[in-house]
């Protein structure tokens, strides 16, 4: 056996991986257009919400944007906005989810998926995932439901979409709200259904490592017309459509997404497909390879979500299997070959001690 990079050999790659984000002169000439247009927001066309009052001739690339994602993961309403942290706050605001009401989240997430319900004053209530899809376990969820319970916010992780069928059924029995954490699922699928698109509302974000990015930016979806308006006055400050301009009328943020992320994800939109295809074939390829290897398991993919976008390619590591070797050691060792590899979220989402709440705001609270 060669000598390994770790302990001074010669490096398995030595050639640089490509780099993110994927872009040419599509995205060039159409963040010039709008520069040169000196439109730079998206109410210098006078829109305000779009399935209201359709415009003709020149239109916001927001708008357009919205128009077009809704349409491609085959939802009705898409509001965008400046991240999906804030599509999920906005989601939360606009189901009317306040002090003490429960909301059952993973336990393993981004930490949006948790403060999007304290910023409520809500309470998020861990629960665990399933090891070999990393995806909030369906029979945990029943588990942790109460009179309480007003929502589950399903985190599609790495861009499998989560046992939607599953999911849906037992918030539709226990009567509350589903809402999808998608920031990982740009063209996912369950079942040849888009994610974002089986709840209430759907979140995504175009973060800089996403599938389709802006460096920035989000995006709520929803089929249901009065989530769309309630989101769209959240996203411009609490106004409401057909009403003068500073009139506000609930308490809303500036969580608009500027013009030149909108002309930006008009092109990456049309590229994603054909992307995520190439991904999951050297997904496909990859899993054969390391199952090859004792101690090292892929995640299962289940059949209905067999399109997925294929974010983050995890594997579970048993050191057993290594002679005890450490995680951390292990992944020394690929990134000394050229190989990058990472170990995710190393530290678990819980609430912060020492804030002012007046009531232990999460369950599970880890001193």
Known sequence: MAKLAVNGGRKVRSK???T?????????KAVLKMLNSGKWWRFSYGEGIDWHEPKKGDRSEVALFQEEFAQFMGAKYGIACVNGTGALDMIIRALYIGPGDEVIVPAYTYVAGATCILQSNAVPIFVDIDPDTYNIDPERIEEAITGGTKAIIPCHFGGQVADMDRIMEIAQRHN??????????????WNGKGAGTFGIAGAFSFQNAKNMTAGEGGIVLTNSYEIAENIESLTWSGRKHGRPWYEFYQLGWNYRMMEFQGAILRVQLKRLEEQNSRRRENAAYLTKLLKEIGGLEPVVIDPKGAKYSVHIFMIRYNPEEFRGLP???LLKAVN???ILAFSGYTHAVTCPVG?????NTCQNRME
Do not use: C, M, N, Y
């Open 16 to 18: 640089d991986f490509p």
């Open 20 to 28: 993110w984000p994927v872009f040419d002169d599509q995205e060039e």
């Open 176 to 189: 509350i709200f589903v809402i999808e954490d998608a920031a990982h699922a740009h063209g996912s699928e």
């Open 327 to 329: 995680r951390a050691k």
């Open 336 to 338: 000394e070959e050229g």
């Open 355 to 359: 804030l002012p709440f007046t009531f």
